[in-house]
């Protein structure tokens, strides 16, 4: 009898990672304050940050730039346009209420329809986060530039907040551009850098970032990777005792060679 001969197990192919990059959108929730493991308080935002789909791929070949272009929010269908329907339905992707790119020199390694998820981040990374500054109306030139205001003396009643002079003389007998007045103040894009991220809730979606994060709540903020990184400096106390060993050890100086003396005239 010829003894069978053991058949070879096909292995199964490992499946290569999603791409990711450290990129996503999130809308502020608002603020809250956590504990460390020693009890100091630290205040968090709090992001719902994606998941964000994958709408369009944007090569250099065709559109002149590599970048992904994602979606992000909950909108109603009759609350898009046709432009935007088409994009949705064209990535078979659910109708959302913002649309970004994020440029990337992977963007060929990504497909329509993949999701950036909040789990690219972890507890202890440092993010820029970009966002449009609240709306404040009409200010007066000290709310809106900090000027430090007039005095309020020598008879000034109703000047003391006033911007001051703003003339010149006959030459150059005008105004020059750029100079600060009262105005519109806030809707401004607002970009925070070096933010430290606290906590990632990958099963909730969220993020905990330490201190304020520009925009309203509810307002659309973006998250990236920080482009900056904060040299932290080390300071080294100095050894007790240090200068004095070294001291101590330090070899002692050879004397010179005597001279010999003086021969005394007459001997």
Same mark, same amino acid.
């Given at each position: 009898m010829s003894e069978a001969t053991p058949t070879a197990t096909a292995e199964k192919p490992v499946a290569a990672p999603a791409p990711s990059i450290k990129a996503i959108l999130a809308q502020k929730i608002g603020m809250t304050r956590v *504990? /460390? %493991?020693? &009890? =100091?308080s630290i205040p968090v935002t709090v992001l719902q940050a994606g998941p964000c789909p994958v709408t369009q791929v944007l090569t250099s070949e065709k559109n002149g730039y590599s970048a992904i +272009?994602?979606?992000? !929010? /909950?909108v109603r269908t009759k609350s898009i346009n046709k $432009?935007?329907?088409?994009?949705f339905k064209k990535?078979?992707?659910a109708p959302a209420k913002w649309i970004r790119e994020f440029r990337t020199d992977k963007a060929s %390694?990504?497909?329509v329809g993949q999701a950036l998820k909040v789990d690219a981040f972890a507890a &202890? /990374? *440092? @993010? /820029?986060?970009f966002g449009t500054s609240k709306g404040k109306g009409f200010a007066g030139a000290m709310k809106r530039h900090n000027f430090h205001g007039g005095p309020h003396t020598h008879g000034q009643s109703d000047r003391a907040r006033a911007p001051g002079a703003s003339g010149s003389n006959t030459f150059p007998g005008r @105004?020059?551009? !750029?100079? =600060?007045f009262p105005g519109h103040l806030g809707v401004e894009r607002v970009t925070v850098q070096h933010m430290e991220v606290i906590q990632v809730m990958a099963d909730k979606d969220l993020m905990l970032i330490k !201190?304020? @994060? $520009?925009? $309203?709540? +509810? &307002?659309?903020? %973006?998250?990236?990777?920080? @482009?900056k990184r904060m040299k932290v400096r080390v300071l080294h106390a100095p050894e007790h005792g240090k200068k004095e060993k070294a001291k101590k050890e330090a070899p002692k100086a050879v004397p010179a060679a005597a001279k010999p003396a003086a021969k005394v005239a007459g001997k």
């Amino acid at each position: 009898m010829s003894e069978a001969t053991p058949t070879a197990t096909a292995e199964k192919p490992v499946a290569a990672p999603a791409p990711s990059i450290k990129a996503i959108l999130a809308q502020k929730i608002g603020m809250t304050r956590v *504990y /460390d %493991t020693h &009890g =100091k308080s630290i205040p968090v935002t709090v992001l719902q940050a994606g998941p964000c789909p994958v709408t369009q791929v944007l090569t250099s070949e065709k559109n002149g730039y590599s970048a992904i +272009q994602v979606a992000f !929010g /909950d909108v109603r269908t009759k609350s898009i346009n046709k $432009p935007q329907a088409g994009i949705f339905k064209k990535a078979n992707v659910a109708p959302a209420k913002w649309i970004r790119e994020f440029r990337t020199d992977k963007a060929s %390694t990504f497909q329509v329809g993949q999701a950036l998820k909040v789990d690219a981040f972890a507890a &202890g /990374d *440092y @993010v /820029d986060v970009f966002g449009t500054s609240k709306g404040k109306g009409f200010a007066g030139a000290m709310k809106r530039h900090n000027f430090h205001g007039g005095p309020h003396t020598h008879g000034q009643s109703d000047r003391a907040r006033a911007p001051g002079a703003s003339g010149s003389n006959t030459f150059p007998g005008r @105004v020059f551009k !750029g100079k =600060k007045f009262p105005g519109h103040l806030g809707v401004e894009r607002v970009t925070v850098q070096h933010m430290e991220v606290i906590q990632v809730m990958a099963d909730k979606d969220l993020m905990l970032i330490k !201190g304020a @994060v $520009p925009g $309203p709540v +509810q &307002g659309l903020v %973006t998250v990236r990777g920080t @482009v900056k990184r904060m040299k932290v400096r080390v300071l080294h106390a100095p050894e007790h005792g240090k200068k004095e060993k070294a001291k101590k050890e330090a070899p002692k100086a050879v004397p010179a060679a005597a001279k010999p003396a003086a021969k005394v005239a007459g001997k």
